[in-house]
């Protein structure tokens, strides 16, 4: 398959760096407005809680849409087909976890911050060093995925793949140097725009991301007559399965091993650990949480759900457009040619519909419009992220574990900023050496970390009278050290071998193997071991403050004294 660059050349990828340039510097004037409107901490941390239910139900929308949705799972579904479209499923039902159990009473209990609610009837210290541990392990998680996705992207912009150079640049060089400019961006977003402009940033993502996916989903169907089934069908003949493989379960979790039961077993495992990741993992997502905190009370927080479910069910239909639509049109070989992981799905999806219906050159157009969005999205994904992980530092970490609750609101914001460098410099370090892993897969990763370490601690505090500083503190270490540390003796990391091409599927070398754990995903043993750890915790501590959680329970459910 001819991609862009190879048939529009320098004229393609002046039009595709133009949108780019156009929208980096749309997104720094949001940031620099903002910035202008950013005074206090409450500004900084929360937009000082000016925005509406619909604004931020925009933003959770643009901050939850990452490119782990729009790049990951398109590229999931076109290589692996009914598999891929698990993940779409996961990350939508998660939702209706974060509705009913979390966003109404976090909104009513803290402040600007995941530790604010833990840690209300407990000691301060430990259980706020805990928590900004876990909220940072989650968020660089999520971080890598996003930019790994935008190194995956400006190789195909530029029309890059193995072998091929662009202003002396290699595919890989190109990715690095894509993976450094994202980690600039949103340091910079974070630094001056705090959430003020990231929330902005993430409503006009939104629009954008809607928009694109809504636009490429109809023009893919119409090229089908708006016959879905026949788009199915010629997915699964161009997937290289045999008969209807492709539609059915079993490419690539649930996967029947002849003669080895065992290795069938843990394939079925590997799915239920998935799912179980996905739907709880939503409700423990640092940058998620945060965003409840804009809106004033919380028939806002409700609202501010309400209509992100609507907007993200509704984009997540779209995947499966998108998906079957790039294993139909542009075919399994030239995505894996593209890139490994296929991350590159969705946009070659967009340039081949566009070359269909007007040649080469609408092709180049579509295929910058829709890099340009997923761009977009991952801008204002890593902004919220950068935006979390530095909140907890600087609010949990700084101001109440150093200063011991003394720290002024301007030393919290500048120590917020001065961490918004430190993790994006970590996270562009991480992300050159995680390129070809799925970025589908690296936000499952976070989501597992997020539902061990941090769902147990938040839900345990809101609902279980007995709950205590030592079963909070032993819940998120445990949650995160089990998770963590699995994935680390996973197939993930080390020991996972493509059978046809010898080469390694993890991040280590092929011939490099230390993995023990044989599931991919960590949730099914993690997030137990998390609820474990916090209700042994709980048990073998003799602290109990039962007129605290009294407080706490009519705070949370009334909004009585909510800031």
């Known amino acids: 398959m001819i991609l862009a660059a190879e048939a529009a050349g320098a004229g393609s990828r002046g039009l595709t760096m133009t949108l780019f340039l156009v929208l980096v510097a749309a997104t720094l004037g949001i940031t620099i407005w903002a910035s202008r409107r950013t005074k206090t901490a409450t500004d900084f941390y929360a937009g000082g809680r000016g925005f509406s239910g619909v604004q931020n139900g925009l933003a959770i929308g643009g901050d939850y849409m990452s490119a782990a949705s729009f790049l990951g799972i398109a590229g999931m579904i076109a290589l692996f087909g009914y598999d891929g479209f698990l993940y779409s499923i996961g990350f939508l039902v998660a939702w209706l976890v974060a509705l009913l159990l979390v966003a109404e009473l976090l909104r009513n209990s803290g402040r600007f911050t995941m530790a604010d609610v833990v840690s209300y009837r407990m000691r301060q210290r430990p259980v706020r060093t805990a928590a900004a541990f876990s909220t940072i392990t989650v968020s660089i998680f999520y971080l890598l995925a996003q930019m790994v996705g935008a190194g995956a992207l400006i190789a195909l912009l530029l029309g890059i793949q193995s072998g091929d150079t662009f202003l002396g640049l290699t595919a890989e060089q190109a990715k690095i140097v894509t993976i450094v400019l994202v980690g600039i961006l949103m340091i910079v977003y974070v630094t001056f725009g705090g959430m003020k402009g990231t929330t902005w940033v993430q409503i006009v ?40 493989r492709f539609l059915e379960p079993g490419l690539r979790y649930g996967v029947e091993t002849p003669g080895d039961p065992i290795a069938t077993l843990w394939s079925k495992l590997d799915l239920i650990s998935l799912g179980i990741a996905l739907v709880l993992g939503t409700a423990g997502l640092p940058h998620i949480l945060i965003r409840f905190y804009t809106v004033p009370n919380s028939r806002a927080a409700r609202t501010s759900v309400n209509w992100a479910i609507g907007l993200i069910g509704t984009f997540y239909l779209l995947t499966l457009v998108l998906g079957f639509g790039a294993a139909a049109l542009v075919g ?12 590159a799905a969705a946009p070659q999806l967009a340039e081949r519909v566009g070359q269909s219906l007007g040649g080469d050159a609408l092709g180049a157009v579509m295929l910058a419009l829709i890099a340009s969005v997923a761009f977009a999205t991952i801008l204002a994904v890593v902004a919220g992220l950068t935006l979390a992980s530095s909140s907890s530092i600087a609010h949990d970490f700084y101001a109440q574990v150093i200063r011991r609750g003394k720290a002024t609101d301007k030393e919290e914001v500048r120590v917020a900023r001065f961490s918004a460098l430190g993790i994006g410099a970590v996270s562009i370090v991480l992300a050159v050496f995680a390129q070809n892993l799925n970025v589908a897969f690296l936000v499952a990763l976070a989501f597992a970390v997020a539902a061990s370490a941090n769902l147990p601690a938040l839900l345990l505090s809101l609902f279980w009278k007995r709950f205590n500083t030592a079963g909070a503190v032993a819940g998120i270490y445990g949650g995160l050290v089990s998770a963590v540390g699995l994935v680390f003796f996973s197939p993930i990391v080390s020991g996972k071998v493509d059978p046809e091409t010898g080469e390694s599927l993890s991040l280590f070398p092929a011939g490099v193997d230390f993995s023990w754990f044989p599931l991919e995903n960590p949730g099914l043993v993690s997030i137990p071991i998390g609820f474990l750890c916090a209700v042994a915790g709980t048990l073998l501590s003799k602290e109990r403050d039962v007129d605290k959680h009294a407080e706490l329970e009519v705070r949370a459910l009334t909004g009585a004294g909510a800031h």
């Open 332 to 343: 399994r070989d030239a995505i894996l040619a593209q890139d490994p992981a296929g991350n």
């Open 205 to 244: 993502k939104a629009v954008l991301l809607m928009t694109g996916a809504g636009l490429l989903s109809v023009l893919v169907l119409a090229s089908y007559g708006f016959d879905f089934g026949a788009l199915l069908a010629d997915a699964a003949r161009a997937s290289g399965q045999e008969g209807t």
